[in-house]
Nanobody, 128 residues
Framework: QVRLIESGGGLVQAGGSLRLSCAAS????????MGWFRQAPGKEREVVAA???????YYADSVKGRFTISRDGAKNTVYLQMNSLKPEDTAVYYC??????????????????????WGQGTQVTVSS
């Protein structure tokens, strides 16, 4: 059974940094994409960033230049380094896994529909 466990959320002041982690277990992942999504109160869930097995990446415009996604294939773990945080970044952040993403050169998917497995989420709160 595939499980995704997020960690690293918390409360931070505007301008601060947080690092989220998502560890995947319960399967063997060789061709895959992993993504971070977020959902603020009263808003729809939206993509933040994604990374493929071949280390192609995708970033939402709202986080480009501030957030960095990375992965450790040996640990089946993906990270989201969030710098220069803003109050509008406040949301529950979810990790997601597409276990059958085969493209070597294309950016990973940004649509929620492409991801089969989801974590429980971790709260990120940025105070002004």
């Amino acid at each position: 059974q595939v499980r995704l466990i997020e960690s690293g959320g918390g409360l931070v002041q505007a301008g601060g940094s947080l690092r989220l982690s998502c560890a995947a277990s319960g399967g063997t992942f060789s061709r895959y994409a992993m993504g971070w999504f977020r959902q603020a109160p009263g808003k729809e869930r939206e993509v933040v960033a994604a990374i493929s097995w071949s280390v192609t990446t995708y970033y939402a415009d709202s986080v480009k230049g501030r957030f960095t996604i990375s992965r450790d294939g040996a640990k089946n773990t993906v990270y989201l380094q969030m710098n220069s945080l803003k109050p509008e970044d406040t949301a529950v952040y979810y990790c997601a896994l597409d276990p059958t993403y085969y493209s070597r050169s294309r950016p990973p998917p940004s649509s929620m529909d492409e991801y089969d497995y989801w974590g429980q989420g971790t709260q990120v709160t940025v105070s002004s």
